[in-house]
Structure formats: C-alpha cells, structure tokens
C-alpha cells in the first residue's frame, strides 16, 4: 500500500482474501465490520511469519528468538501507542484478552482502588454492555452510585443536566462512537468537561479507533479502551490504554507469572509499568498482528479512511431514505460529520433475525440482536435492528446490494 | 434459495402474521417467561392444566418469526392435550430439530424415528433444521412450555 495518497478502493480490497470468496453464489458483502473487521493478508502473513520464524515465550528466555519475541511484542505497545497520539506507548499501552476485559481490568483496578460508597460515576444509555456490566459488578462490591447520561430523540447524548450528573462525580466513562446508533460523541467537550468537574474520563473506542483518527493527546483524556479485531487485527487481544501516572498507580488485576518483581511465601511485589496488568503469557501472536494492522491503517492514513467512510455513510443514509422512504428506520442521527458508518435498520412487522436472514441468501453480512446494548434497546422501543456497519472495504457497490436485498425482504413478508 | 423457502413455508410467515392464542392469562394460570439471548426473543407463556389436561394457553412477547410461530403453532397443538402428551410433543418437536436428549439416547440404540405426522402443522418448522443459528428460535417456545409444566402446583 506504500505511496498510496488517495484511497483506493480497488487495491484496499485485493487486501482482504475473504472478500473474493463467495457467499451463496453470490460475491460477499461484509457489513459486518462493527462486530469483527476482516484481517488484511498483511496481518495474516505478519502472525504466520512470526510462528514460522521467531515463535517463544516472552520476557523469559535469553535465546535469540525469544529476545526476537520480546522485541516484537514491546514494539507493538509502541506502535499501539504512537497510533493512538500517546507520548509514551511503552508505558501505557496494556494488552488484555478482549476490550471486554480491559474494562474489567479498569473497575477492578483503578475503581476498586477509588472508587468508595457515596461516590457517583457517570455512564451513559448508550454504553455497550462491556462499559456497564464491570461497573455493576463493583458497585455490588463497593455501593457507589451510578449515574446516566440520557439520550435526546435526535439520538445523541442528552448533556442537558451534564453538570448536574458530573457534580462530586470520580469518572465519566463513555463511547466515543455507538455501537448501535453510529452517534459519534464529543469527547474534547465531555473530557473538558469531566475534569473541570474533578472527574477522569474512560473512552470505549471500539468503534472509533477503526475508523477515524483518535488522538488520546488531543483529546485529554485518561483512560481509552479498544478491540483490535474491529481495527482489522486479531481476535484474542484488547487493549487498554491510560495515562501513566494512573496506570503507575494502579494495583493489579489478575495475578500470576509475569506480573510480579518478586514473590515470597508472605507476599509478592507487582511489576511496574503496563506487565502489572499482563499475568500469565501474553497474546503474543495477536500482539504481532496488531502492530501489523496498525501499520497497514497508517499506510493508508486514517484522515483517508474516515473520509472514505463519511462518504459512503452519506451514501447509504441518501440512497435508503429514497428507496425506502418511511417503511424501514434507521436508528441513529440523521447524516453529518458526527454520524458513522453503523446501520441499525427496523422494519414494522419483520424482525431483524428474519432480515438478516434473507440478506445473508443475498451474500450480504448483518448483524441482527441487540449488539449486547440492551438498557439502549430498550430506550429506543426496540427488541433487535439489523445492523449493517461499515469498513475500509466497503464500497457504494455493496450498498447497492443491501438495497436489492431489502427490496426482495420486503417483498417476501409484506 | 430453496433452503430460505423451506424456512419461511407459508404456515409459518400465516402463524406469524396472525398469531394464534395470543394474549396472557390469569392465575391460576402459570406464567413463565423464555428470553433468547442471541436476538432478543421474548415468550411469555400463559398455562391453565385442569385435571391434567391443557385447558387453556396464551402466547405474549416479541420476537422473529420463527420464534413467534413456532409459539403459536405449539400453542394450538397442545390445546386440549394432557400433560403427558403435551410432554411427548416436545420430545418429538425437538427430535425433528436433531435435539433428541443426548441422555436419553444409549449407545448402539435405534434412533427413533420422528412421526412427522404426529406432529401436523408443527412439521413446517423442519426446515430451521438447515440454519443452526435460528434452532433457538424455534426451541425457545418449547423450552418455556417445558419450564411451565415443571412449575406446575402438585396436584
């Protein structure tokens, strides 16, 4: 992809081998991406290569590949970092199993260590359920409060009692793009905000990372967690990045080898730095195909990727609207530069499931449920949407496809 | 495409559309209520047994049409019927779906075969049997009725 500065469609999907498989007889469309990007071979050919060649455990060994495997996984906290605009990656980037767990590492850690009964933290109804469930979990433990940020009919956070909810508040914790509406939120403001409050901020940026340029500098914010496998790397790795006098301060989470200085029969002395936070081997591999699809994102530049996708957001928001008119919903903003590539489409009278299962004969990718949104499912007066999200691959072509096929579902349940 | 019109026979998308027995009822009637996690399937299940027999059953909730089907289908089919046979209908239902109780089953016995059509209107959900995915949609009914004829009052 070297000295590629427009972006170019074609040579991103010869990229991504899934792509020119078939699906029903039918070229594949993915729009799938919000649940699991598809790898580019790069990635793919960075994780073989790595076990072909280099495979050891890490932090251990004096061998030359295992000092080869040590090298390669502290490196991908540096690219993971200089991705993310963090002025030190080596000291901030945590790796975890899942974004799942890095914000249980989050409660656990930092708000076991501060969080007391008749402190607040602020939420927001539009959370995943991997930025609710840990923070319930713990508020069992410790009895603090949690409170919620609203959402308006416009379908964006309803900041109008902010205040009100940051006041005494120890942490805001929000997504920074839904992964149901496709709201981008504005974090500079909400970080702004929170610490004017004495608050900290924790960003889920599962959706964000992916698809714009996240700059944890530019933002100012403390805390910021993401799921590689939706940024075109690997499953099996999470990541949570904090600013290193937090994370310095922090206890660790889960125990074990690698962890540890030292260990005696009455205690044990944690390690510094993120491997505090990395009991037990590593994602090793995944750490390798990260820092490959790090590189393959900055190849292409992230400003060029969330151009792309703005345009094709439009696309689909104008090309549904007059095709469909007012017999399918979106559920989400109406088109701008803070709406993303996520559509969470309803149909009166068809269910999700029933959608995606007819899209899918259409060789066409949906996710139907609740995208594990379930206090936003509820807010929105809806059981599931089939939600069709988008990724560096996607072209107006495939929304093209999406149309025909929900023309053809219409058809068959009306 | 074939496999997608085997899924959404006509029965099934009628059953859908104009879902039998709906509605929920009083106790003494028992009330019990089945999620699907995956897609966010609701049944609730109402159950009134006189004298061992399904004197009267009700379907509420929401959900895909497979799952809402499959509730008002098995909602007329055990209408009427005992508790023991209501029980061997679910056994069959979930034969037909490859589900048979693993348990049950002894090493080196004869599978069983599956009376379809013992089963009537219920064996147009057979075709969920080629979409592993939506098997819980279909169950998710069944396994509530199970649940419910569990909670029955000793009588």
Known sequence: MEGVTEFDLAAVRRDFPLLSKQLHGRRIVYLDSGA?????HQVVTAMATYQETTHANVHRGVYGTAEEATRLYELARKDVGRFLGSKSGQDEVVFTKNCTEAFNLLARSWGRANLRAGDAIVLSEMEHHAN?????????MLGFEIRWIGITEERTLDLSNLDELLDGAKLLSITATSNVLGTVNPITSLAERAHAAGALIAID???????????V???????????????????????????AELLNAMPPFLGGGGMIKDVRLDGFIPADGPQRFEAGTPPITEAVGLSAAVHY???????????????????????????????????????????????????????????????DTYGVCVRPGHHCAKPLMRRLGVN?????????????????VLVEALHATIKMFG | MADLEELYREIILDHYRNPRNRGELQPPAVRVEGFNPLCGDEIVLSLLVEDGTVADVKIAGSGCSISQSSGS??????????????????????????????????????PVPVNLRSLGELAALQGVV?????????TLSWNTLAQGLDELPAS
């Open chain 1, 297 to 359: 994102l900055e190849s292409l530049g992230m400003e060029a990727v969330h151009e792309h996708e703005r345009a094709l957001t439009s696309y689909a928001l104008s090309t549904l609207a007059a095709e469909f008119g007012s017999s399918i919903s979106l559920q989400g903003p109406t088109d701008g530069p803070l709406r993303a590539g996520v559509l969470s489409i309803t149909i009166d009278g068809i269910h999700a499931h029933d959608v995606a299962q007819i899209l």
């Open chain 1, 132 to 140: 609710i469930v840990p923070w319930q979990q713990l508020q069992e």
């Open chain 1, 384 to 400: 599931a949407t089939a939600r069709a999200s988008f990724g560096i691959y996607n072209g107006t072509d495939d929304v093209d």
């Open chain 2, 73 to 110: 289908l098995m909602s007329a089919a055990i209408k009427g019927k005992t508790v023991e046979q209501a029980r061997g209908l679910i056994a069959t239902f979930k034969q037909m779906l490859s589900l048979g109780d693993d348990d049950a089953i002894e090493e080196g016995a004869e």
């Open chain 1, 217 to 243: 500098t530019a933002l100012d914010v403390d805390f910021l967690a993401f799921s590689p496998h939706k940024m075109y790397g690997p499953t099996g790795i999470g990541v949570l990045w904090a600013r």
């Open chain 2, 130 to 138: 080629k979409f592993p995915v939506r098997i819980k949609c279909a």
């Open chain 1, 205 to 215: 940026a599962a959706q964000a990372v992916p698809h714009a340029p996240v700059d």
């Open chain 1, 36 to 40: 699991s990007a598809l790898p580019p």
